[in-house]
């Protein structure tokens, strides 16, 4: 009987797992567009910062991380255990301020991309100064990357907690820690990679040897280096489209009549998210602009 029970148990236990392991790589994918854009702007956040102080910024700005899913995932239990209701609505603002996110840094670049550029030029330039306080200027850095860390993290919760919602308390409990750990040490442990991959390439370029091989590896390290604001960029802009891909179909989804019409086109369902997603963008960046001049003419 004990042999049973115990062999009960564990087949629960197993089903438990293997149900918490599918929800949370739904709940992955759905995230999928937050993270894009937490890995480039977290990327952004700590360059121009001394190559000796990248990675224990990174570690700083991942440690904060960690302290914001601390409150944000109990935060959400709580809402899922007493106020379950509220998560479809807090998925649908989810999804909208995804939406304006995306299309609101679009919109920023077209108008003070120049502007911007001068910016980073003059960062760079102070940096050089002797008299630049280094130490104000990194801690100014990680404040920066937590505080936006906290915005895309609680994001990345409510998400995850709509795709559980109806999940028993313990699933719940494993799904959302599973994902505020795992997404954790992926994109900071990305983050790292990115941006020590210039280093990297260095170090490769001065490789000694006449050998095939220390050719081969020189001419690596300097792809590395060449690489690295293209690969900055290439994220910005898949995390951009994954915004609009992800917010957009939280929208259809929460939205029955254009769920139903958008599952009549299920070849183009992808397209059909990214429209929407682009178009409720677009229409709350204009709302707001409005609401903004309207608040500085008063």
């Not at 990327?43 to 944000?72: D, H």
């Not at 995804?98 to 911007?116: A, P, S, T």
């Not at 397209?271 to 178009?279: C, D, K, P, S």
């Amino acid at each position: 009987m004990a042999g049973s029970s115990l062999l009960a148990l564990l087949d629960d236990i197993t089903t438990m797992l293997d149900d918490v392991s599918v929800m949370s790589q739904l709940a992955a994918k759905k995230t999928a567009g937050v993270l894009g854009d937490d890995l480039a702007l977290n990327a952004q956040q700590v360059t121009g910062i001394a190559s000796k102080r990248e990675l224990p910024v990174v570690w700083a700005v991942a440690r904060g991380s960690f302290i914001n899913k601390l409150i944000l995932v109990p935060a959400a239990l709580l809402i899922s255990a007493f106020l379950p209701w509220l998560i479809t609505p807090l998925l649908m603002l989810g999804g909208a301020f995804l939406c304006f996110e995306g299309f609101e840094k679009i919109w920023h670049k077209l108008r003070h991309g120049k502007e911007e550029d001068a910016h980073t030029q003059a960062v760079h330039s102070a940096m050089l100064q002797p008299a630049t306080d280094l130490v104000t200027l990194e801690n100014e850095k990680i404040k920066g990357a937590v505080r936006t860390d906290f915005i895309l993290s609680a994001e990345i919760i409510v998400i995850a907690l709509g795709v559980v919602a109806e999940a028993a308390l313990t699933q719940r409990i494993l799904v959302l820690s599973l994902i505020a750990i795992l997404m954790t040490i992926g994109v900071y442990g990305l983050v790292a990679l990115i941006v020590k991959m210039d280093d990297i390439g260095l170090w490769l370029m001065q490789r000694q040897g006449q050998s095939v091989m220390s050719q081969a590896t020189r001419k690596f390290g300097w792809g590395l280096v060449q690489a690295v604001p293209y690969l900055m960029r290439l994220l910005s802009v898949l995390g951009t489209a994954a915004m609009f891909l992800v917010g957009g179909g939280i929208i259809v989804h929460g939205i029955h009549p254009l769920h139903t019409f958008v599952e009549q086109f299920s070849q183009w369902s992808l397209l059909l998210n990214a429209t929407v997603g682009v178009l409720v963008g677009a229409i709350l960046t204009c709302l707001i602009n409005i609401v903004k001049l309207i608040i500085n003419k008063d």
